[in-house]
Protein backbone atom coordinates (compact mmCIF):
# COMPACT_ATOMS: atom_id res chain seq x y z
CA UNK A 1 0.00 0.00 0.00
CA UNK A 2 1.62 2.98 -1.06
CA UNK A 3 0.56 6.10 1.08
CA UNK A 4 0.26 9.30 -1.46
CA UNK A 5 -1.38 12.07 0.98
CA UNK A 6 -1.15 13.64 4.29
CA UNK A 7 -4.80 12.64 5.17
CA UNK A 8 -4.06 8.98 4.30
CA UNK A 9 -1.14 8.86 6.82
CA UNK A 10 -2.89 10.46 9.61
CA UNK A 11 -5.89 7.51 9.32
CA UNK A 12 -3.04 4.66 8.95
CA UNK A 13 -0.94 6.15 12.04
CA UNK A 14 -4.05 6.31 13.99
CA UNK A 15 -4.91 3.25 12.61
CA UNK A 16 -1.99 1.26 14.35
CA UNK A 17 -2.44 3.63 17.47
CA UNK A 18 -5.48 2.02 17.52
CA UNK A 19 -4.45 -1.79 17.19
CA UNK A 20 -1.31 -0.97 19.17
CA UNK A 21 -3.92 0.24 22.25
CA UNK A 22 -6.08 -2.94 21.73
CA UNK A 23 -2.99 -5.06 21.71
CA UNK A 24 -2.06 -3.65 25.22
CA UNK A 25 -5.10 -3.56 26.76
CA UNK A 26 -5.69 -7.35 26.03
CA UNK A 27 -2.22 -7.85 27.36
CA UNK A 28 -3.04 -6.54 29.95
CA UNK A 29 -6.50 -8.60 30.52
CA UNK A 30 -4.25 -11.75 29.65
CA UNK A 31 -1.56 -10.77 32.38
CA UNK A 32 -4.29 -9.81 35.04
CA UNK A 33 -5.66 -13.68 34.31
CA UNK A 34 -2.62 -15.43 34.40
CA UNK A 35 -2.60 -13.33 37.86
CA UNK A 36 -5.74 -15.42 38.95
CA UNK A 37 -4.65 -18.78 37.82
CA UNK A 38 -1.88 -18.45 39.06
CA UNK A 39 -3.64 -17.99 42.70
CA UNK A 40 -5.66 -20.87 41.81
CA UNK A 41 -2.44 -22.83 41.90
CA UNK A 42 -1.03 -20.98 44.87
CA UNK A 43 -3.71 -22.10 46.83
CA UNK A 44 -3.99 -25.46 45.48
CA UNK A 45 0.24 -26.01 46.20
CA UNK A 46 0.01 -24.29 49.72
CA UNK A 47 -2.89 -26.69 50.67
CA UNK A 48 -0.89 -29.56 49.54
CA UNK A 49 2.22 -28.24 51.15
CA UNK A 50 0.20 -28.19 54.63
CA UNK A 51 -1.08 -31.97 54.24
CA UNK A 52 2.56 -33.27 53.70
CA UNK A 53 3.59 -31.11 56.62
CA UNK A 54 1.40 -31.87 58.88
CA UNK A 55 1.14 -35.30 57.63
CA UNK A 56 -2.95 -35.47 57.93
CA UNK A 57 -3.92 -36.96 54.59
CA UNK A 58 -0.53 -38.63 53.24
CA UNK A 59 -1.95 -41.47 55.09
CA UNK A 60 -3.90 -44.13 53.05
CA UNK A 61 -7.38 -43.26 54.08
CA UNK A 62 -10.50 -44.94 52.75
CA UNK A 63 -11.77 -41.91 51.06
CA UNK A 64 -8.12 -40.41 50.08
CA UNK A 65 -7.17 -40.97 46.70
CA UNK A 66 -4.23 -39.12 47.12
CA UNK A 67 -2.11 -40.86 49.47
CA UNK A 68 -0.28 -42.67 46.71
CA UNK A 69 0.83 -40.06 45.41
CA UNK A 70 1.82 -38.21 47.99
CA UNK A 71 3.71 -40.62 49.74
CA UNK A 72 5.81 -41.42 46.89
CA UNK A 73 8.98 -40.69 46.51
CA UNK A 74 8.64 -38.02 43.84
CA UNK A 75 6.46 -36.07 46.30
CA UNK A 76 9.46 -34.70 48.23
CA UNK A 77 12.52 -33.23 46.50
CA UNK A 78 15.44 -34.07 49.38
CA UNK A 79 13.53 -33.10 52.30
CA UNK A 80 11.66 -30.37 50.59
CA UNK A 81 8.03 -31.65 49.71
CA UNK A 82 7.49 -30.68 45.95
CA UNK A 83 4.05 -29.14 46.53
CA UNK A 84 6.45 -26.45 48.14
CA UNK A 85 8.41 -25.93 45.45
CA UNK A 86 5.15 -25.53 43.38
CA UNK A 87 4.33 -22.93 46.01
CA UNK A 88 6.65 -20.64 45.01
CA UNK A 89 6.72 -21.00 41.23
CA UNK A 90 3.11 -19.82 41.74
CA UNK A 91 3.66 -17.34 43.68
CA UNK A 92 6.60 -15.89 41.72
CA UNK A 93 4.09 -16.51 38.64
CA UNK A 94 1.87 -14.16 40.47
CA UNK A 95 4.16 -11.88 40.94
CA UNK A 96 5.62 -11.23 37.37
CA UNK A 97 2.14 -11.77 35.87
CA UNK A 98 1.00 -8.66 38.54
CA UNK A 99 3.78 -6.48 37.41
CA UNK A 100 3.36 -7.31 33.71
CA UNK A 101 -0.34 -6.13 34.59
CA UNK A 102 1.57 -2.86 35.86
CA UNK A 103 3.28 -2.31 32.27
CA UNK A 104 6.33 -4.25 33.28
CA UNK A 105 8.05 -5.87 30.57
CA UNK A 106 10.56 -7.37 31.76
CA UNK A 107 8.55 -9.20 34.15
CA UNK A 108 6.23 -10.19 31.20
CA UNK A 109 9.74 -11.35 29.11
CA UNK A 110 10.45 -13.57 32.83
CA UNK A 111 7.10 -14.84 32.53
CA UNK A 112 7.04 -16.93 29.72
CA UNK A 113 9.99 -19.02 30.38
CA UNK A 114 9.21 -19.80 33.93
CA UNK A 115 5.90 -20.94 32.84
CA UNK A 116 7.22 -23.14 29.96
CA UNK A 117 9.45 -24.60 32.78
CA UNK A 118 6.72 -25.65 34.80
CA UNK A 119 4.01 -26.97 32.20
CA UNK A 120 7.45 -29.52 31.53
CA UNK A 121 7.55 -30.33 34.79
CA UNK A 122 4.01 -30.82 34.84
CA UNK A 123 3.68 -33.08 31.74
CA UNK A 124 6.71 -34.98 33.94
CA UNK A 125 4.52 -35.54 37.41
CA UNK A 126 1.53 -36.68 34.76
CA UNK A 127 3.82 -38.85 33.15
CA UNK A 128 5.01 -40.44 36.81
CA UNK A 129 1.01 -40.30 37.99
CA UNK A 130 0.00 -42.10 35.26
CA UNK A 131 2.93 -44.62 34.21
CA UNK A 132 5.11 -45.17 37.19
CA UNK A 133 2.97 -44.39 40.28
CA UNK A 134 -0.15 -45.79 38.69
CA UNK A 135 -2.65 -43.69 40.46
CA UNK A 136 -3.88 -39.81 39.96
CA UNK A 137 -3.99 -37.43 43.33
CA UNK A 138 -7.07 -34.88 42.43
CA UNK A 139 -5.03 -32.11 43.83
CA UNK A 140 -2.40 -32.47 41.61
CA UNK A 141 -4.12 -32.62 38.77
CA UNK A 142 -5.93 -29.26 39.37
CA UNK A 143 -2.39 -28.04 39.38
CA UNK A 144 -1.72 -29.38 36.01
CA UNK A 145 -4.63 -27.70 34.74
CA UNK A 146 -3.58 -24.81 36.19
CA UNK A 147 -0.38 -24.67 34.82
CA UNK A 148 -1.89 -25.66 31.48
CA UNK A 149 -3.91 -22.80 31.43
CA UNK A 150 -1.35 -20.39 32.42
CA UNK A 151 1.14 -22.06 28.93
CA UNK A 152 -2.14 -20.74 27.08
CA UNK A 153 -2.35 -17.64 28.49
CA UNK A 154 1.08 -16.67 28.05
CA UNK A 155 1.09 -17.71 24.32
CA UNK A 156 -1.82 -16.11 23.83
CA UNK A 157 0.09 -13.18 25.00
CA UNK A 158 3.26 -13.34 23.10
CA UNK A 159 1.04 -13.82 19.90
CA UNK A 160 -1.24 -10.75 20.56
CA UNK A 161 2.25 -9.16 21.23
CA UNK A 162 3.65 -10.00 18.29
CA UNK A 163 0.82 -9.55 15.86
CA UNK A 164 0.43 -5.67 17.55
CA UNK A 165 4.53 -5.28 16.59
CA UNK A 166 3.89 -7.21 13.29
CA UNK A 167 0.72 -4.49 12.47
CA UNK B 1 2.27 6.08 43.17
CA UNK B 2 0.90 3.77 40.77
CA UNK B 3 4.74 1.61 40.68
CA UNK B 4 3.49 0.70 44.46
CA UNK B 5 0.66 -0.49 43.58
CA UNK B 6 1.59 -4.03 42.08
CA UNK B 7 4.18 -4.38 44.62
CA UNK B 8 1.30 -3.88 47.46
CA UNK B 9 -0.73 -6.61 46.12
CA UNK B 10 1.94 -9.43 46.05
CA UNK B 11 3.31 -8.68 49.14
CA UNK B 12 -0.53 -8.66 50.20
CA UNK B 13 -0.69 -12.25 48.85
CA UNK B 14 2.45 -13.35 50.36
CA UNK B 15 1.30 -12.52 53.74
CA UNK B 16 -1.86 -14.00 53.42
CA UNK B 17 0.05 -17.15 52.22
CA UNK B 18 2.19 -16.81 54.92
CA UNK B 19 -0.55 -16.25 57.52
CA UNK B 20 -2.47 -19.00 56.19
CA UNK B 21 -0.09 -21.72 56.33
CA UNK B 22 1.03 -20.52 59.68
CA UNK B 23 -2.48 -20.73 60.92
CA UNK B 24 -3.33 -24.54 59.00
CA UNK B 25 0.00 -25.89 60.89
CA UNK B 26 -0.56 -24.82 64.05
CA UNK B 27 -2.09 -28.17 65.81
CA UNK B 28 -4.03 -28.03 68.18
CA UNK B 29 -2.41 -31.35 70.23
CA UNK B 30 1.16 -30.89 71.44
CA UNK B 31 4.01 -32.84 69.07
CA UNK B 32 6.25 -33.93 71.82
CA UNK B 33 5.28 -36.08 74.87
CA UNK B 34 7.94 -33.62 76.73
CA UNK B 35 5.16 -30.73 75.87
CA UNK B 36 2.25 -32.75 77.42
CA UNK B 37 0.96 -31.33 80.11
CA UNK B 38 1.15 -33.78 83.44
CA UNK B 39 -1.87 -35.55 83.15
CA UNK B 40 -4.14 -37.08 86.30
CA UNK B 41 -6.11 -39.84 85.83
CA UNK B 42 -9.07 -37.72 85.67
CA UNK B 43 -8.29 -36.29 82.84
CA UNK B 44 -6.87 -38.59 80.06
CA UNK B 45 -6.01 -36.80 76.78
CA UNK B 46 -8.62 -37.56 74.58
CA UNK B 47 -6.87 -39.88 72.39
CA UNK B 48 -5.22 -42.27 74.76
CA UNK B 49 -7.57 -45.45 75.42
CA UNK B 50 -7.13 -48.56 77.27
CA UNK B 51 -4.86 -51.14 75.08
CA UNK B 52 -6.10 -54.35 74.68
CA UNK B 53 -3.50 -57.10 74.87
CA UNK B 54 -1.88 -57.53 71.80
CA UNK B 55 -2.16 -60.75 69.20
CA UNK B 56 0.73 -59.86 67.51
CA UNK B 57 4.02 -57.95 69.12
CA UNK B 58 7.62 -58.20 69.06
CA UNK B 59 9.62 -57.38 72.35
CA UNK B 60 8.94 -57.84 76.10
CA UNK B 61 5.56 -58.27 76.65
CA UNK B 62 5.83 -55.31 79.90
CA UNK B 63 8.42 -53.21 77.99
CA UNK B 64 8.20 -49.72 79.14
CA UNK B 65 7.52 -48.13 75.53
CA UNK B 66 4.61 -49.68 73.20
CA UNK B 67 4.57 -49.31 70.13
CA UNK B 68 1.12 -50.19 68.05
CA UNK B 69 0.85 -50.26 64.24
CA UNK B 70 -2.28 -49.95 62.66
CA UNK B 71 -1.74 -50.85 59.24
CA UNK B 72 -2.73 -52.07 55.75
CA UNK B 73 -0.02 -53.94 53.82
CA UNK B 74 -0.85 -52.58 50.37
CA UNK B 75 -0.56 -49.17 51.83
CA UNK B 76 2.65 -47.48 50.28
CA UNK B 77 3.50 -45.20 53.47
CA UNK B 78 3.28 -48.66 55.47
CA UNK B 79 5.46 -49.92 53.02
CA UNK B 80 7.97 -47.50 54.15
CA UNK B 81 7.19 -47.12 58.14
CA UNK B 82 8.50 -51.15 57.43
CA UNK B 83 11.59 -50.39 58.15
CA UNK B 84 11.43 -47.74 60.31
CA UNK B 85 9.43 -50.09 62.50
CA UNK B 86 13.09 -52.65 61.87
CA UNK B 87 15.19 -49.97 62.68
CA UNK B 88 13.49 -48.95 66.29
CA UNK B 89 13.50 -52.90 67.16
CA UNK B 90 17.29 -52.82 66.62
CA UNK B 91 18.28 -49.65 68.22
CA UNK B 92 15.82 -50.41 71.44
CA UNK B 93 15.76 -54.13 71.92
CA UNK B 94 13.55 -55.47 74.50
CA UNK B 95 12.90 -51.35 75.96
CA UNK B 96 10.57 -51.30 73.03
CA UNK B 97 7.14 -53.64 72.12
CA UNK B 98 6.21 -53.55 69.25
CA UNK B 99 2.49 -54.70 68.05
CA UNK B 100 0.51 -55.27 64.39
CA UNK B 101 -2.97 -55.00 63.87
CA UNK B 102 -4.36 -54.81 60.73
CA UNK B 103 -6.65 -52.27 59.21
CA UNK B 104 -6.93 -53.06 55.58
CA UNK B 105 -8.62 -50.69 53.19
CA UNK B 106 -10.19 -52.61 50.51
CA UNK B 107 -11.80 -49.66 49.25
CA UNK B 108 -8.42 -48.16 47.44
CA UNK B 109 -6.31 -51.47 47.98
CA UNK B 110 -7.69 -53.67 46.51
CA UNK B 111 -5.40 -56.67 47.86
CA UNK B 112 -5.59 -55.68 51.19
CA UNK B 113 -8.02 -58.18 52.96
CA UNK B 114 -6.24 -61.20 51.46
CA UNK B 115 -2.73 -59.64 52.31
CA UNK B 116 -4.08 -59.13 56.22
CA UNK B 117 -5.46 -62.61 55.85
CA UNK B 118 -2.07 -64.46 54.57
CA UNK B 119 -0.38 -62.95 57.34
CA UNK B 120 -2.87 -64.01 59.69
CA UNK B 121 -2.64 -67.24 58.32
CA UNK B 122 1.20 -67.27 58.57
CA UNK B 123 0.60 -66.83 62.50
CA UNK B 124 -1.61 -69.73 62.99
CA UNK B 125 0.94 -71.85 62.05
CA UNK B 126 3.38 -69.81 64.36
CA UNK B 127 4.71 -67.61 61.59
CA UNK B 128 3.11 -64.05 61.42
CA UNK B 129 6.24 -62.08 61.77
CA UNK B 130 8.16 -63.50 58.76
CA UNK B 131 4.71 -63.08 56.29
CA UNK B 132 4.65 -59.12 57.71
CA UNK B 133 7.72 -58.70 56.91
CA UNK B 134 7.73 -60.83 53.40
CA UNK B 135 4.38 -58.68 52.87
CA UNK B 136 6.37 -55.39 53.07
CA UNK B 137 9.25 -56.10 51.58
CA UNK B 138 7.68 -57.32 48.07
CA UNK B 139 4.64 -54.65 48.68
CA UNK B 140 5.32 -53.56 45.21
CA UNK B 141 5.90 -57.05 43.87
CA UNK B 142 1.97 -58.20 45.07
CA UNK B 143 0.01 -54.86 45.06
CA UNK B 144 0.73 -54.52 41.14
CA UNK B 145 -0.28 -58.02 40.36
CA UNK B 146 -4.29 -58.90 38.95
CA UNK B 147 -4.24 -62.07 41.45
CA UNK B 148 -2.19 -62.20 44.37
CA UNK B 149 -3.36 -65.18 45.93
CA UNK B 150 -0.59 -67.14 43.97
CA UNK B 151 2.15 -64.95 45.06
CA UNK B 152 0.88 -65.37 48.70
CA UNK B 153 0.94 -69.25 48.64
CA UNK B 154 4.30 -68.78 47.11
CA UNK B 155 5.88 -66.65 50.14
CA UNK B 156 3.95 -69.43 52.64
CA UNK B 157 6.04 -72.26 50.83
CA UNK B 158 8.88 -70.12 51.09
CA UNK B 159 8.23 -69.86 54.81
CA UNK B 160 8.08 -73.49 54.96
CA UNK B 161 4.25 -73.36 56.13
CA UNK B 162 1.86 -76.34 55.77
CA UNK B 163 0.54 -75.56 52.74
CA UNK B 164 -3.21 -77.09 52.86
CA UNK B 165 -3.66 -75.95 56.54
CA UNK B 166 -2.71 -72.21 55.20
CA UNK B 167 -4.79 -72.22 52.12
CA UNK B 168 -7.48 -73.60 54.41
CA UNK B 169 -6.98 -70.69 56.95
CA UNK B 170 -6.40 -68.17 54.13
CA UNK B 171 -10.41 -68.30 53.73
CA UNK B 172 -11.40 -69.35 56.93
CA UNK B 173 -13.36 -68.11 59.99
CA UNK B 174 -10.93 -67.22 62.38
CA UNK B 175 -8.49 -65.47 60.06
CA UNK B 176 -11.52 -63.17 58.74
CA UNK B 177 -12.01 -62.70 62.84
CA UNK B 178 -9.10 -61.94 63.54
CA UNK B 179 -8.78 -59.29 60.93
CA UNK B 180 -12.37 -57.72 61.38
CA UNK B 181 -11.41 -57.49 65.31
CA UNK B 182 -8.89 -55.38 64.81
CA UNK B 183 -10.35 -53.30 62.26
CA UNK B 184 -12.88 -53.00 64.89
CA UNK B 185 -10.60 -52.05 67.29
CA UNK B 186 -8.90 -49.56 64.98
CA UNK B 187 -12.68 -47.82 63.95
CA UNK B 188 -12.41 -47.36 68.32
CA UNK B 189 -9.92 -45.41 68.72
CA UNK B 190 -10.65 -42.85 65.70
CA UNK B 191 -8.04 -44.58 63.34
CA UNK B 192 -9.06 -43.43 59.72
CA UNK B 193 -5.87 -44.21 57.94
CA UNK B 194 -2.77 -46.05 57.90
CA UNK B 195 -0.21 -46.50 59.17
CA UNK B 196 -1.24 -45.32 62.67
CA UNK B 197 0.88 -45.51 65.29
CA UNK B 198 0.30 -45.47 68.78
CA UNK B 199 2.98 -44.82 71.50
CA UNK B 200 1.77 -46.03 75.11
CA UNK B 201 -1.44 -45.15 74.02
CA UNK B 202 -1.21 -41.96 72.17
CA UNK B 203 -1.47 -41.87 68.55
CA UNK B 204 1.22 -40.09 66.92
CA UNK B 205 1.12 -37.63 63.92
CA UNK B 206 2.45 -39.05 60.40
CA UNK B 207 5.44 -36.69 60.35
CA UNK B 208 6.00 -37.94 63.97
CA UNK B 209 5.55 -41.81 62.54
CA UNK B 210 7.75 -41.64 58.96
CA UNK B 211 10.87 -39.66 60.20
CA UNK B 212 13.17 -42.29 62.33
CA UNK B 213 14.97 -39.54 64.08
CA UNK B 214 11.25 -37.75 64.96
CA UNK B 215 10.18 -41.34 65.86
CA UNK B 216 13.48 -41.57 68.52
CA UNK B 217 12.87 -38.74 70.17
CA UNK B 218 9.20 -39.39 70.82
CA UNK B 219 10.49 -43.21 72.45
CA UNK B 220 13.38 -41.01 74.47
CA UNK B 221 10.93 -38.63 75.94
CA UNK B 222 8.89 -41.95 76.85
CA UNK B 223 11.63 -44.28 78.11
CA UNK B 224 12.74 -40.54 80.61
CA UNK B 225 9.59 -40.47 81.68
CA UNK B 226 9.69 -44.46 82.67
CA UNK B 227 13.38 -44.39 84.63
Known amino acids: MTVTTGGSQATLADSAANVGAQGRRRGVWLDAAAALLALVGLADALYLTVEHLSGRSVRCTVISGCSEVLSSPYATVGSVP?????????????????????????????????????????????????????????FCLLSAAVTTGLTVIVAAQFFTQRSARIK | MKRLVPIAIIVAVLIIAVGGVYMLLKSPEPTNISQLPPQTPAAPAPTVVPEDEPVHFKGRMDAPVRLEEYGDYQCPPCGLFHPIAQRVLSSYGDR?????????????????????????????????????????????????ADVARPLFLRYAQELGLNMSRFTQDLDGAVTGMRVAQDAALAQMRGVTGTPTVFLNGRMLSFEETMDFDKLRVQIDAALAGKS
Open chain 1, 82 to 138: LAALGALAYFAVFSLATLAAFGSAWARRLLAPLVAAMFFMTLWLLYLQGFVIGHFCQ
Open chain 2, 96 to 144: VRFSFRNLPLPNIHKHAQEAARAAEAAGQQGKFWEMHDLLYERQQEWSK
